[in-house]
C-alpha cells in the first residue's frame, strides 16, 4: 500500500539555520507532492506543491525539492526564526483520488 | 471574512449520543472534504464531495454521515457516538477535485465521555 514517512518527529534548531526536513514514500508515483504548516489548536495551511517534473520551487525563504528517483522530497527553511515553529506536513495525491498525509515533523527553532 | 468555516469549535458529549458538526466555505470551490485528526496528529481523509456529489468514503464506520446541501456547505452527522471517535475533525475545500491546495476550516475538537 503506499506510504508516506515524515522520517523526524520532532526537530529542534538554533535560529538563523537552515531547517530541512525530509519526507518519502513508497510504492506511488504522485503526479505532485505539498507542503503544509499547521500551528497548534488550528487547521493546516498550504505552502507549496511541486509537481514530479520540477525539482525545486521556491517560495521566499521556503524551497522544496522533489527526487522522484528516491521517491523524497525536501523542505527547507533558511534563516529560520522562531516564528517558524510549528508542525510541518507533507502531502501526495495518490491512486485513489485523494491526499495522503504524512504525520508531520515538529520544528522548533531556539531563538 | 473566513475562508472556511466550522461550527462548533468544541463539542464534548456522552457515549451514545448523535452530533453534527457544520462546515462552510466561501471560497467558491467545488470540492469540500472532512478529515480526522488522532491523538498522534495523523491527518486522514474521511469523505470528498465535489459539486455535491459523494466522490471519496473512506472506510469510515456508517455511523457517520455526510451532507452536502449545496456546494458552499458540507456537514457531517454522527450516530451513536463511541469514544474512539474523540479527535479533531477538520473540513476543507479546494477550487475542484484535482487535489490541489487545500483550504482548511479551524477544526472542531470532539470529546466524547
Known amino acids: 500500500s503506499q506510504k508516506i514517512e515524515q522520517n523526524s518527529e520532532a526537530l529542534n534548531i538554533q535560529e538563523g539555520k537552515t531547517a530541512t526536513l525530509t519526507c518519502n514514500y513508497t510504492?506511488?508515483?504522485?503526479?505532485?507532492l505539498q507542503w503544509y504548516r499547521q500551528d497548534p489548536g488550528r487547521g493546516p495551511v498550504f505552502l507549496l506543491l511541486?509537481?514530479?517534473?520540477?525539482k525545486e520551487k521556491r517560495k521566499e525563504r521556503l524551497k522544496v525539492t522533489f527526487d522522484t528517483t528516491l521517491k523524497q522530497s525536501l523542505f527547507h527553511i533558511t534563516a529560520s526564526q522562531p516564528a517558524d515553529s510549528a508542525t510541518y506536513l507533507c502531502?501526495?495525491?495518490?491512486?485513489?483520488?485523494?491526499?495522503?498525509f504524512g504525520s508531520g515533523t515538529r520544528l522548533s527553532i531556539r531563538p | 471574512d473566513t475562508a472556511v468555516s466550522q461550527t462548533p469549535k468544541y463539542l464534548v458529549t456522552q457515549m451514545g449520543n448523535d452530533k453534527s458538526i457544520k462546515c462552510e466555505q466561501n471560497?467558491?470551490?467545488?470540492?469540500m472534504y472532512w478529515y480526522k485528526q488522532d491523538s498522534k496528529k495523523f491527518l486522514k481523509i474521511m469523505f470528498s464531495y465535489n459539486n455535491k456529489e459523494l466522490i471519496i468514503n473512506e472506510t469510515v464506520p456508517n455511523r457517520f454521515s455526510p451532507k452536502s446541501p449545496d456546494k458552499a456547505h458540507l456537514n457531517l452527522h454522527i450516530n451513536s457516538l463511541e469514544l474512539g471517535d474523540s479527535a479533531v475533525y477538520f473540513c476543507?475545500?479546494?477550487?475542484?477535485?484535482?487535489?490541489?491546495?487545500?483550504?482548511f476550516g479551524p477544526g472542531t475538537r470532539l470529546t466524547v465521555l
Open positions: 471560497l467558491g470551490h467545488d470540492t
Open positions: 511541486i509537481r514530479e517534473n520540477e
Open positions: 510504492n506511488y508515483s504522485p503526479a505532485y
Open positions: 502531502a501526495l495525491d495518490s491512486s485513489a483520488s485523494k491526499i495522503i
Open positions: 476543507a475545500s479546494s477550487q475542484d477535485y484535482s487535489l490541489a491546495e487545500q483550504f
